[in-house]
């Protein structure tokens, strides 16, 4: 599940949502749903189904949006309600979807303000399923689904698998929570060029080199930068692949995530993706040693053989996974240092072909491992340097994409 901290931000910021609630035990949740999306920034405006209003009500959503709240289609704004609705929408989403509201979707039927809204848009729509694992998995609604997919365009969020209402046990039907929907909206509203059809590669996280079945070797890296990259470069549309070392992260929404432990396990993964790659970002803090041998049974200190541990180097993943690439790929690498900050990140700029070095050094407040901030030096291969002030590491990823799209658009223009 996406967690992240909630404040007005493109895409969504400034932008019209239509949120669509039908009549699931999951309605609940699409209050926090139109919360999450009014704190973004997005202007809601919700409109519930007649039989929805029975599991939640009109000022739960007016409370947490501001914004408009619709119950039927002929009301006091007039007969063309679902076209002003529709027609100003940037986006629809409708969460809970529910079985019957997919059949009719599917079958182009406006007997409801919301249907008749889906056939007024010209806007993305998102269906969030919701329903019994029974009722998902029937062949009618998955011909339902499929005709909403492939045939209208609608995009599908969901559904997870997991426990459903009460006594109906586990399975696929489960609505996705609040804030991976709002995700899915974000994507929506934001893929545009550069990024659209584009392929990037991340790393992330530290990576552990086993001493024995109890100890390794490590870094207090949590993978949060990585991991919002990652999350950044698919909100603006492209196909992500994010490889990394052990994190508590979850794994984000739309990125194909690939867990890894050691550096070798992490090169094997990377040379698997980096032949696609448009952009590749090398955001893991991979150890630069590992034991020589990995001893079977844990070390003891009565034994006297576990006081000096012999090291071997590890591969370099960015140089190692590079040879021989194409050239036109965008290729972004860290340079975590504790002294001689610029000037170790300049050796890694012409060491290792990267286009955009972040330099940062760890001891500053704020900074380095295991903290939700960074402060951060951009260096480009054109010798450009621009400090940064302390950022969220998800406001350093909207960042480092700005300057990785001005480079994509800098390449399509062959300068």
């Not at 007024?120 to 005709?147: C, F, G, K, W």
């Not at 990024?195 to 990037?200: A, I, P, Q, Y």
């Not at 867990?259 to 980096?274: C, F, G, N, P, Q």
Request: glycine residues 10%; aromatic residues 4%; charged residues 25%.
């Amino acid at each position: 599940m996406t967690a992240r901290p909630l404040a007005p931000r493109p895409p969504w910021a400034g932008r019209r949502v239509v949120l669509g609630v039908t009549a699931g035990i999951a309605a609940y949740k699409a209050v926090q749903l139109a919360r999450d999306l009014a704190r973004l920034g997005a202007r809601v405006d919700t409109v519930l189904s007649s039989s929805a209003r029975r599991f939640v009500g009109p000022l739960s959503f007016a409370g947490v949006t501001g914004g408009s709240v619709h119950t039927r289609i002929l009301a006091t704004e007039g007969a063309a309600l679902h076209i002003r609705l529709g027609t100003e929408a940037d986006l629809i989403i409708v969460a809970p979807a529910t079985a019957d509201f997919i059949a009719k979707a599917a079958q182009g039927r406006a007997d409801g303000l919301l249907t008749a809204i889906l056939l007024s848009t010209r806007a993305p729509v998102i269906l969030a399923p919701a329903m019994n694992d029974r009722m998902y998995s029937h062949p009618q609604t998955q011909r339902n689904l499929e005709h909403c997919r492939d045939v209208l365009g609608y995009r599908l969020a969901g559904p997870g698998s997991g426990a459903l209402a009460v006594g109906e046990g586990e399975g696929p039907g489960r609505m996705l929570e609040p804030a991976d929907l709002a995700d899915h909206a974000g994507r929506a509203l934001g893929e545009a060029e550069p990024f659209l059809g584009r392929t990037v590669l991340v790393t992330a996280g530290p990576t552990r080199e086993p001493m024995d079945p109890v100890r390794y070797l490590g870094n207090r890296s949590s993978g949060r930068m990585g991991f919002a990259i990652a999350r950044e470069a698919w909100l603006r549309g492209a196909d992500v692949t994010l490889v990394t070392g052990p994190s508590s992260l979850p794994d984000p929404v739309g990125v194909r995530t690939v867990r890894v432990e050691t550096a070798s396990d992490m090169l094997s993964e990377v040379k698997k993706s980096i032949t696609k790659a448009d952009i590749v970002v090398y955001a893991a803090a991979v150890a630069d040693f590992r034991p020589a041998e990995r001893r079977d049974r844990k070390i003891k200190k009565s034994s006297g053989d576990g006081r000096t541990i012999e090291l071997t180097e590890n591969p370099d993943i960015a140089l190692e996974s590079w040879a021989g690439r194409r050239n036109g790929v965008v290729r972004v690498g860290f340079a975590l240092e504790t002294e001689e900050l610029l000037e170790g990140a300049r050796k890694k700029l012409e060491e290792k072909g990267f286009d955009l070095v972040l330099a940062n050094d760890p001891g500053e407040p704020g900074a380095g491992f295991d903290v939700p901030t960074n402060r951060v030096t951009l260096l480009d291969r054109e010798g450009r340097v621009e400090e940064l002030p302390l950022l969220a590491k998800e406001e350093l990823a909207v960042v480092v994409m700005d300057r990785v799209a001005d480079r994509l658009r800098s390449v399509a223009r062959g300068a």
